[in-house]
């Protein structure tokens, strides 16, 4: 079982820059595919990014492409989120999510969930 803590969320102008963490408790992180996906309020929870295992390959939705980067280090158990060029419409709830389907996309094929952490951009 992995158990999922992020940080790193808060309020930005427009344009501004967000780094988000998540912290993975557990020996198995590096087993396990990792995403992020983000929730707007009154908006279903939508997917962001997903990098693999071993770290080496990564996939981008198209609304965070060239914006976003996902990243991670196995060897402290930690997933990253570097946000850059935020705008408004990137307000919403981030969740780090673990799994064992290489690259998913959809949330259902994740196993383990954070909390989230809040990231509001301000126009």
């Known amino acids: 079982q992995v158990q999922l803590v992020e940080s790193g969320g808060g309020l930005v102008q427009a344009g501004g820059s967000l780094r988000l963490s998540c912290a993975a408790s557990g020996r198995t992180f590096n087993s396990y595919t990792m995403g992020w996906f983000r929730q707007a309020s009154g908006k279903e929870r939508e997917f962001v990014t997903a990098?693999?295992?071993?770290?080496?390959?990564?996939y981008y939705s198209d609304s965070v492409k060239g914006r976003f980067t996902i990243s991670r280090d196995n060897a402290k158990n930690t997933l990253y989120l570097q946000m850059n060029s935020l705008r408004p419409e990137d307000t919403a709830v981030y969740y780090c999510?673990?799994?064992?389907?290489?690259?998913?996309?959809?949330?259902?094929?994740?196993?383990?969930w954070g909390q989230g952490t809040q990231v509001t951009v301000s126009s």
């Open positions: 990098i693999s295992r071993s770290g080496v390959s990564t």
């Open positions: 999510a673990a799994g064992r389907l290489q690259l998913a996309r959809t949330a259902r094929d994740y196993d383990y």
